[in-house]
């Protein structure tokens, strides 16, 4: 079993910045590849970006490559996505979870999930 807990979501406006950040307890943080999802009022969820275990790879959806950042601090059993240039389309509730396969971008090959943390982006 694997706990995600998410913070860091708020109010921006558009062109700003926040950090996400999920917080992993249980089975060993260490051994999962990680994603962000997020989901968008009446859509599904989509794929944002994705983290190697080791954090020595990553990917992103093109709708965010180059404004938005994961990373991970083995550590403290954290990933973190920074957000930057923030667009009002990028509101959504975003979510954390475990790989079984990397790279995916499928949400089927997540098996954890935290509960989300909202962004609302205003223009």
């Known amino acids: 079993q694997v706990q995600l807990v998410e913070s860091g979501g708020g109010l921006v406006q558009a062109g700003g910045s926040l950090r996400l950040s999920c917080l992993a307890s249980?089975?060993?943080?260490?051994?999962?590849?990680m994603g962000w999802f997020r989901q968008a009022p009446g859509k599904e969820r989509k794929f944002v970006a994705g983290?190697?275990?080791?954090?020595?790879?990553?990917y992103y959806a093109d709708s965010v490559k180059g404004r938005f950042t994961i990373s991970r601090d083995n550590a403290k059993n954290t990933v973190y996505l920074q957000m930057n240039s923030l667009k009002p389309e990028d509101t959504a509730v975003y979510y954390c979870?475990?790989?079984?396969?990397?790279?995916?971008?499928?949400?089927?090959?997540?098996?954890?999930w935290g509960q989300g943390t909202q962004v609302t982006v205003s223009s």
């Open positions: 979870g475990t790989a079984t396969r990397f790279p995916s971008i499928r949400i089927y090959d997540y098996d954890y």
């Open positions: 249980g089975r060993s943080f260490s051994m999962y590849a």
């Open positions: 983290i190697s275990w080791s954090g020595d790879s990553t």
